[in-house]
């Protein structure tokens, strides 16, 4: 690991001054699970680290108006552990209790994740079908931004210089909603995914009325398929329906071949594990 | 001005003794324990977070301190291998893992049982799916996952 300089900041306040100084020179440090790997491989070359640990009132989940509220500085255990969110939004615990090992999910934190912009990792496609946000904070103010516009490419964020992820928010799922994520692990199981799909539905009377998913591990970014909800959403569910909005997906994804499968056999997997999440929120009685 | 080869004052509590070190920011907390302070109970080796060999609890719960920045665990109450036995008198894990073959070249144990502490500690009397699912982030090379479920299932209660 190359020298530099650790910032220990106390207030945001601070943090966003340091940001704003150093400019590109200087990355934000949480739980280090990513950024110190990077580190140690000189993918990150930065002189200034501005550790996040001191900051107050960023950890911890609430809820207010019928959403729930998640600190940046909150654990992937803890989110994967907290009544709040099981009771509100089971599928959140459950994309965060499937990242790596317990050790990991006990340092990494929340916004570090997301902001890491891993296209593997397990959070983001449940958050896009839970329509999630994220408020990002910086000397100038806050924006709120859909979880489904943060990622940008292979581990690139929107995140401007000088932004801070601060809270994630998590609305209500539509009343009657079924939800699931699937993660295919040919490997180990506290490997990345090889493909994920999370997926959110209401039907009534038969027909398909709210219907959204979301894949990761399927190319720069985790994605919308929204191919595949344009040809459910409103129709009758049927078997076929589904079989045929699941083969949808395929023109959407554009996997990387890697040790973990060549880019046809993750393609043919994205059709695969659509299908079986299409049929769990869709046809599972 | 400080420069990037500045020391930095870490004051960190190990298995309940105060220390104060001072370190580079780069200095990991493995390497702090091992080169700072002599402690080599902790073993350093996969150095990207994956197979638990260096697993110590970081306020009393199990972290990786090849991934964990000495300077990013100031004020923090730390407990190694060194930590684990009272005195001379083995903790129940250390004399299962002697009795039932927990270990063959040993590099990974310090890690399997400052993991397995931390689980008996919370829960302890887990399934052995429970002690699956909490201990597949300690690899053992050696493969000898029977012995070192069975350790860990002996000495819960």
Known sequence: MRD???????????????????????????????????????????????????????RGVSQTNGSLHIGALSRHREVELSPEVLAHSPLLAEAYSKVATVRVRNMATVGGGLTHADPAQDPPPSLMVLDAHVVLTSSKGTRELPVSDLFVDYYESALEPGELLTELVVP???????????????????????????????????????????????????????????????????????????????????????????DDYKRD????????????????? | MTTADALYTVNVTINGQPHEVKVPARRTLVDLLRYDL?????????????????????DGEIAASCITLAVQADGANITTIEGVANGEALHPLQQSFIDHGGFQCGICTSGQIVAAKSLLDSNPSPTEDEVKEWMMGNLCRCTGYYQIMESILKASK
């Not at chain 1, 990355?27 to 993918?43: E, F, Y």
């Not at chain 1, 659509?274 to 009685?285: D, F, I, N, P, Y």
Request: glycine share 8%.
């Open chain 1, 4 to 58: 530099f300089i650790y910032h220990a900041p106390t207030t945001i306040d601070e943090a966003l001054a340091l940001l704003d100084e150093h400019g590109e020179d200087a990355r934000p440090i949480a739980g280090g699970t990513a950024m110190v790997n990077l580190l140690k491989q000189n993918m990150v070359l930065a002189d200034h680290l501005v550790g996040l640990g001191k900051l107050p009132g960023l």
């Open chain 1, 172 to 262: 209500q799922s539509p009343k009657g909603a079924k939800t699931v994520y699937l993660k295919f692990l040919p490997r180990t199981e506290d490997d990345y995914a090889t493909v994920s799909v999370a997926a959110l539905a209401t039907v009534e009377n038969g027909i398909c009325q709210d219907i959204r998913v979301a894949l990761g591990a399927v190319g720069p970014t985790p994605i919308r398929a929204t191919a595949v909800e344009a040809a459910l959403k409103g129709q009758q569910v049927t078997p076929d329906a589904v079989r045929a909005a699941a083969d949808a997906v395929a023109d959407q994804v554009d996997p990387l071949t890697d040790f973990r499968g060549s």
């Open chain 1, 269 to 285: 997997m994205a059709v695969v594990f659509t299908r079986r999440a299409l049929e769990q929120v869709l046809l599972a009685s």
């Open chain 2, 38 to 58: 002599d402690m080599t109970g902790t073993k350093e080796t996969c150095s990207v977070g994956v197979c638990g060999a260096c697993t110590v609890l970081i």
